[in-house]
């Protein structure tokens, strides 16, 4: 049986300006993971992840290391319970 989460993450680092947002909308959209991820005005990155737990955990992992220009330094992850609202994933601005 598969059981679905939504995660709540907060990224800091360098992380904006190098391609990050797109590098979690590439892979969110691969994986299966629907939600949204967006810059905020203190220079993180904000997120929500939701769906299969092993295909979130999975976005995290990867979240983690970033694209190649990137530097993450702290990821705050919040769990919140799962409720199947996003369609997909999509960029906030």
Request: proline share 1%; net charge positive.
């Amino acid at each position: 049986m598969q059981v679905f989460v939504r995660r709540h993450l907060y990224i800091s680092g360098r992380i904006q300006g190098v391609g990050f947002r797109a590098f979690i909308l590439q892979h969110a959209r691969k994986n299966g993971v629907n939600g949204w991820v967006k810059n905020t005005y203190d220079g993180k990155v904000e997120a929500v992840f939701s769906g299969g737990e092993d295909k979130v955990t999975s976005l995290i992992k990867l979240a983690k290391k970033g694209p190649r220009w990137a530097r993450v330094e702290n990821i705050e992850i919040r769990k919140e319970d799962y409720q199947d609202k996003f369609e997909e994933f999509t960029v906030k601005y």
